[in-house]
Nanobody
Framework: LRLEESGGGLVQPGGSLRLSCVVS????????IAWFRQAPGKEREGVAC????????YYLDSVKGRFTISRDNAQNTVYLQMNSLKPEDTAVYYC????????????WGQGTQVTVSS
């Protein structure tokens, strides 16, 4: 299973980006999905996740109302729409998949850099 993120870059505060994560090697529909991020000198943190079973979404408090996680099973792609970006959103963003029987995330992408700066 391979995950490849794209869509990162440099954006001004208040701007928007949409991250994509293309999954190859298996059907996305069998997995729960999530986005994580890691800023320099900080631990990795979960930003958003989307359960497979009940389609509920969960968000880090600091991104609620600004970020939206979604999936397109036909395209085998995961998205993270990020609006009203702030400098503190600067980090490397990773997508991850979790198998139905797993408690942790089993598959990870290589990450894409998001920099929010004027």
């Amino acid at each position: 299973l391979r995950l490849e993120e794209s869509g990162g870059g440099l954006v001004q505060p208040g701007g928007s980006l949409r991250l994509s994560c293309v999954v190859s090697g298996d059907s996305l529909k069998d997995y729960a999905i999530a986005w994580f991020r890691q800023a320099p000198g900080k631990e990795r943190e979960g930003v958003a996740c989307l359960n497979k079973r009940d389609a509920r979404t969960y968000y880090l408090d600091s991104v609620k109302g600004r970020f939206t996680i979604s999936r397109d099973n036909a395209q085998n792609t995961v998205y993270l729409q990020m609006n009203s970006l702030k400098p503190e959103d600067t980090a490397v963003y990773y997508c991850a998949l979790r198998e139905p029987s797993s408690t942790g995330y089993n598959y990870w992408g290589q990450g894409t850099q998001v920099t929010v700066s004027s």
